[in-house]
């Protein structure tokens, strides 16, 4: 008779107690809307280093057309007529027009500033140095804040031409 009562309690409890309490699902809806949270933040960091990567990899590729260019005029390039002299430049009209170097860094520096940063920015800029050695220095800096990186990016190059 004592194995009687004691099963006709445990059928009792189990009546009342039936799915999950309301406390219960607000705390797995707690959990898992963090895990949700979190993701989100994951996935919005993942996109500016993306976006931090991919300008970075533009001005690479802009350096080294720039190095390319120098090479193809190498006469002119060691003669000093691509230099930018001892500052960046970031206003591409500044080098003007009539000669091939002078076009050839305008419309470069145009192409860099559409393709980095906006086409009136001042953040975007660089520095075209060839020395008497024949050594040719090609420098890119650009903001990478609104990427969430630092304000100032460089990339620097250097070749022989």
Request: glycine fraction near 8%; aromatic fraction near 6%.
């Amino acid at each position: 008779m004592h194995e009687f009562t004691r099963s006709t309690s445990c059928q009792r409890a189990s009546k009342h107690q039936r799915g999950a309490t309301l406390i219960e699902i607000l705390v797995a809806v707690l959990i898992l809307s963090f895990g949700f949270l979190g993701m989100g933040a994951l996935q919005a960091r993942a996109i500016k280093g993306n976006i931090s990567a991919g300008q970075r990899t533009q001005a690479t590729y802009h350096a080294q057309y720039m190095l390319d260019v120098l090479r193809v005029d190498r006469e002119h390039a060691r003669g000093g007529d691509y230099n930018t002299g001892s500052s960046h430049v970031c206003d591409p009209t500044a080098f003007g027009t009539g000669s091939l170097a002078n076009n050839a860094r305008t419309q470069w520096l145009t192409l860099v500033k559409q393709t980095m940063g906006r086409p009136n920015d001042t953040t975007t800029c660089a520095q075209i140095q060839c020395d008497a050695d024949y050594n040719c220095t090609v420098t890119i800096e650009w903001d990478d804040s609104p990427a969430g990186g630092l304000a100032n990016q460089t990339v620097v190059l250097s070749s022989r031409v």
